[in-house]
């Protein structure tokens, strides 16, 4: 089971740091992905990473302002969001493979066996 939190709402030019705990399991040999979801719109893809190695990949609208961790006891992993913009505002969320997708996967919802039951940030003035 993955539980998300850390959203909320906040101003322009704002931060918010999401949260995903994993309990019952470690996310250790995971493909771990964060997803947002708008009202009116697709589930779409906004970074994801392997729990072991170096890659990680984010979407062109959020590189440079999000970042994606973990944590050491391989049991969270982290959104950091900096500089939001008020078309970030959606439900985001959390989501796990036992096996880290392919590259050329990482993207698509179905993927990730594992969802969090999403977080809404908003944001706006």
């Known amino acids: 089971q993955l539980q998300a939190s850390g959203g909320g709402l906040v101003q322009p030019g704002g931060s918010l740091r999401l949260s995903c705990a994993a309990s019952?399991?470690?996310?250790?040999?995971?493909?771990i992905g964060w997803f947002r979801q708008a009202p009116g719109k697709e589930r779409e893809f906004v970074a994801a990473?392997?729990?072991?190695?170096?890659?990680?990949y984010y979407s062109d609208s959020v590189k440079g302002r999000f970042t994606i961790s973990r944590d050491n006891a391989k049991t969270a992993i982290y959104l950091q969001m900096n500089s939001l913009k008020p078309e970030d505002t959606a439900v985001y969320y959390c989501?796990?493979?036992?096996?880290?997708?392919?590259?050329?996967?990482?993207?698509?919802?179905?993927?990730?066996?594992?969802w969090g039951q999403g977080t809404q940030v908003t944001v706006s003035s």
């Open positions: 989501a796990a493979s036992p096996t880290a997708p392919i590259t050329s996967a990482v993207r698509y919802p179905q993927s990730y066996a594992y």
């Open positions: 019952g399991f470690t996310l250790d040999y995971y493909g």
């Open positions: 990473a392997r729990w072991r190695g170096s890659s990680i």
